[in-house]
């Protein structure tokens, strides 16, 4: 599977992106997908992911209640919608997807598990 992540940017604080990931190369009937996020000198952390086959989702809940993860089945594409941004929402943010061997798998934050990575898309928010 391949995954191609758009939409970051500069954007002032208190202001919105939405981050597209669209995934080719594979069926994602039993895939999970979801976004990490490595800011400047820190580690790489969770921020959402979404299981393909029901629509489940599990967030970091630092971030719940700002960003949102959401997929479009037809576009093989999951958003994710960042509002109310602030100057610590700055980071790479990347796309990632995990293969299942069946379509009711435990959604995990753990980045280890998740083997295909798309290249990080950049926001950055002004303060």
Sequence with gaps: VQLQASGGGLVQAGGSLRLSCAASGGTLSKYHMGWFRQAPG??????????????????????????????????????????????????????????????????????????YWGRGTLVTVSS
């Excluded at 393909?52 to 958003?79: C, E, M, P, Q």
């Design 42 to 115: 820190k580690e790489r952390e969770f921020v959402s992911a979404i299981r393909w086959s029901d629509g489940d989702t599990v967030s970091s809940n630092s971030l719940k209640g700002r960003f949102t993860i959401s997929k479009d089945n037809a576009k093989d594409t999951i958003y994710l919608q960042m509002n109310s941004l602030q100057s610590e929402d700055t980071a790479l943010y990347y796309c990632e997807a995990r293969s299942t061997r069946s379509f009711r798998v435990t959604l995990t934050r753990e980045a280890s598990v998740y083997q």
